[in-house]
């Protein structure tokens, strides 16, 4: 396509976009340029009139000169008989032509003056006029220069806008680069916990059958009364919503973590029940002397913590089901709800559920300043694999027991070098046994509770698995 110019006047026709600056200066260079022309245009008329108002002087001056000299002969005397003879005649009268001479004279000396001054204004003006062109001239170099400079700050401004879109297509790209690594990272991830998964489940399936799994812990309300001694029986969740974590605890059982030593319920906050196995009432965050990781041993089994933070939307934080405490990997300690914990320990997206758009809105501003800093801050989910289905009285009595905030402060920091959690029992609740139910029914009306020679018929330990 072709575009045909066509030349606005900017007298009678304002532009349709504002000029750039380089248009603006080279508009005013354009008016400096025909300003010049036209001041030349005016001296070269002046010279003119001037060369005329000289030539009329000196037509002037030489007539002038003419009647000086006739004065001189009249003068010396050096008029004509007859001149003399006609003086003498005209003696008693005005001769006209010596007063029209008179006027004359009278009138070349104003027409002089004029001319003088004249000539003086014209020459006043012709210096005016040049230095009004010097300045223009002065003004228009210093517009070339500032229009050079312009144009070199442009080509700077091109130069730096430039490297900066290649360096922003860098980060684009690296940008994209880091978000694909983040998107294979997580498929990795999920990949790896589908196959720890399926690999925890057949390993389930190959030591502890498909399920469903029942697990009894027997404790001692007083340590030093044996009638005191009470069941609490635990459901864990279905294998294919929670097989790591079931493979874990199942495990841990097994092997004996729960059963020697000193495990103990040891915590009672409002809102959970947890226990620890042994030895963590000898470490010094819970009283005792021992410095250090206290689950070395089941560390080094490969059964302390879990390999990743398993959790079943369809398995929630509800009051009565068990979870593993502890982050970022939870394990060994494990604690009952004694509400619904959903909203803490479950998933963001089962807060936004349950809370709705608005108080969601509200809790992540009251706790992170943002929605969009909460989104980004939110922590994994507590593996939720079980709940209680007997002993739910042994439950809520262990729960009522005394903590450290029931001390008083100054007796508190007395007894305390290590400051300890305000929410642990004053006497933890000991458990004596944690084994696996086969073939248990909990509708059972006979229950669990029949044993032979001191031993649950409906149980398995350790060496048996």
């Known amino acids: 396509m072709i575009h045909h110019y066509v030349p606005v006047n900017a007298d009678t026709e304002p532009p349709t976009r ?33 060369d005329a108002i000289e030539e009329g002087f000196q037509n002037l001056y030489a007539a002038h000169l003419g009647n000086v000299d006739g004065l001189r002969k009249c003068k010396e005397g050096m008029l004509t ?62 517009w070339e220069r500032t229009i050079s400079e312009l144009v070199a700050r442009r080509d700077m401004l091109e130069r730096r806008e430039g490297a900066w879109e290649r360096t922003i297509g860098e980060l684009m790209g690296e940008i994209e680069i880091r978000a694909k690594r983040e998107n294979w990272w997580e498929d990795m991830k999920e990949e790896m ?25 027997t404790v001692l309300l007083d340590e030093g009364n044996p009638s005191s001694q009470r069941e609490i029986i635990y459901q864990l969740a279905p294998l294919d919503l929670m097989p790591h974590s079931i493979h874990l605890f199942l495990s841990q059982i097994a092997e004996g973590y729960w059963t020697r030593g000193t495990p103990s319920i040891a915590i009672s906050a409002e809102h959970v029940l947890q226990s620890c196995p042994h030895p963590c009432l000898e470490n010094v965050d819970m009283g005792g002397n021992s410095m250090g990781y206290p689950y070395e041993e089941m560390r080094r089994a490969g059964l302390d913590v879990v390999s990743f933070q398993e959790y079943s939307p369809k398995y929630p934080h509800e009051k009565y089901t068990v979870g593993f405490a502890g ?91 290590v400051r300890l959690d305000d929410n642990m029992l004053l006497s933890p ?21 029949s044993k032979e020679n001191g031993k649950d018929k409906g149980s398995a330990t350790g060496d048996e698995l």
């Not at 925890?200 to 697990?215: C, D, K, N």
């Not at 000991?430 to 006979?446: F, G, R």
Request: proline share 5%; net charge negative.
């Open 18 to 50: 504002p000029p750039t600056i380089v248009e603006a200066e080279a508009r005013t260079a354009r008016e400096l340029s025909r300003a010049v022309g036209k001041l030349t245009t005016d001296l070269k008329t002046c010279n003119v009139r001037v």
């Open 429 to 449: 609740v000991k458990i004596a046994s944690v084994t696996i139910l086969q073939n248990y029914s909990p509708d059972d009306t006979a229950g669990d509770g």
């Open 327 to 417: 982050m970022p990997h939870s394990g060994p300690e494990f604690y009952i709800n004694l509400l619904d914990n959903t909203l803490d320990h479950g998933t963001l997206e089962e807060r936004k559920f349950k809370m709705g758009p608005d108080m969601y809105a509200a809790w992540a501003m009251e706790a992170f300043g943002s929605v969009e800093e909460a989104d980004e801050k939110a922590i994994e989910p507590y593996p939720c694999f079980g709940k209680v289905i007997k002993g739910f009285d042994v439950v809520d009595e262990i729960a009522k027991g005394l903590t450290r905030a029931s001390l008083p402060k100054e007796e508190e920091e007395e007894q305390a070098v």
């Open 193 to 217: 916990e589908g196959r720890i998964g399926a690999l925890s489940q057949i390993a389930v399936l190959e030591r502890f059958g498909p399920g469903p799994h029942f697990v009894s812990m």
């Open 81 to 142: 008989s007859q001149d003399i003879s006609n003086l003498d005649a005209s003696l008693d009268s005005v001769n006209p032509t010596l007063v029209e001479q008179a006027k004359n004279k009278e009138e070349e000396k104003k027409h002089h003056a004029r001319t003088e001054e004249l000539a003086s204004k014209h020459r006043e003006l012709i210096h005016q006029l040049e230095d009004q062109v010097e300045k223009l001239v002065r003004r228009e170099k210093t």
